[in-house]
Nanobody, 121 residues
């Protein structure tokens, strides 16, 4: 599975961005999908995940209530709507696909290239 993340950019604190991740395979609907991020000098961390149907979602505590993960299976795309952005959200954001929904990196077999989000104060 090839994943192409897009939608990153620069925004002021309090602003919004929507990230997209397009998958190359028609079996996209069978995969759990996740978003992770890596800030400068830090390890990559979990952000959000969604099950194959979109009905199950998990979020990291720092983004609960501000970020929303969703998916459009006919379009082979997963989204991350990010609202009320903070400077500490600045990071490279990666999408990932795996056999099931998960909040850790190991279960995800396929990774996108990352898209940079910069939030200024």
């Amino acid at each position: 599975v090839q994943l192409q993340a897009s939608g990153g950019g620069s925004v002021q604190a309090g602003g919004s961005l929507r990230l997209s991740c397009a998958a190359s395979e028609r079996t996209f609907s069978t995969y759990g999908m996740g978003w992770f991020r890596q800030a400068p000098g830090k390890e990559r961390e979990f952000v959000a995940a969604v099950g194959w149907s979109g009905g199950t979602q998990y979020y990291a505590d720092p983004v609960k209530g501000r970020f929303t993960i969703s998916r459009d299976n006919p379009k082979n795309t997963v989204y991350l709507q990010m609202n009320s952005l903070k400077p500490e959200d600045t990071a490279v954001y990666y999408c990932a696909a795996g056999p099931q929904i998960a909040t850790t990196q190991a279960p995800y077999a396929y990774w996108g290239q990352g898209t940079l989000v910069t939030v200024s104060s």
